[in-house]
C-alpha cells in the first residue's frame, strides 16, 4: 500500500486547508493512520491520528481544537481538516500507516513519502 499526501499550499494566517492521504494499491487495512509534519531546521513531529476501527482521533496540543483528521473508507482516503492556519504551521506535512495504535512520536518510523508542503504567510 503506498499512501500519498496532497493539498498543501500557500495561504494567509487565519484560513483553512485541507490535506488528502490516499492510498493506492490494496486498500488500506484498520491500522491507525498518522499526520506528521516537519518545519525547517526543526525535527519531525506527529499532529494527529485516527484509529480507522473506531474512529478515535488524537492530537497534539499545538492543533487541537484546529486541525480535525477524517477517514473515508469509500475512498481510501485520510483527511486533515486544517483550520485557523498560523506561521508556525508552516511545514512539510506527511500521512504515515502505523502498526495496531496511534501514536504521534516518530521513534522508529522510516520510509516517508514525499509530503505536501504547507506555508501560511503573517
Known amino acids: 500500500v503506498q499512501l500519498t499526501e496532497s493539498g498543501g499550499g500557500l495561504v494567509q494566517a487565519g484560513a483553512s486547508l485541507t490535506l488528502s492521504c490516499a492510498a493506492s494499491?490494496?486498500?488500506?487495512?484498520?491500522?491507525?493512520i498518522a499526520w506528521f509534519r516537519q518545519a525547517p531546521g526543526k525535527e519531525r513531529e506527529g499532529v494527529a491520528c485516527?484509529?480507522?476501527?473506531?474512529?478515535?482521533?488524537f492530537y497534539a496540543p499545538s492543533v487541537k481544537d484546529r486541525f480535525t483528521v477524517t477517514n473515508d473508507e469509500s475512498k481510501k482516503t485520510v483527511y486533515l481538516q486544517m483550520r485557523r492556519l498560523q506561521p508556525e504551521d508552516t511545514a512539510v506535512y506527511y500521512c504515515?500507516?502505523?502498526?495496531?495504535?496511534?501514536?504521534?512520536?516518530?521513534?522508529?518510523?522510516?520510509?516517508w513519502g514525499q509530503g505536501t508542503q504547507v506555508t501560511v504567510s503573517s
Open positions: 485516527i484509529t480507522k476501527a473506531d474512529g478515535n482521533t
Open positions: 494499491g490494496f486498500p488500506l487495512d484498520d491500522n491507525p
Open positions: 504515515k500507516r502505523l502498526l495496531f495504535v496511534c501514536r504521534l512520536s516518530t521513534a522508529g518510523l522510516g520510509g
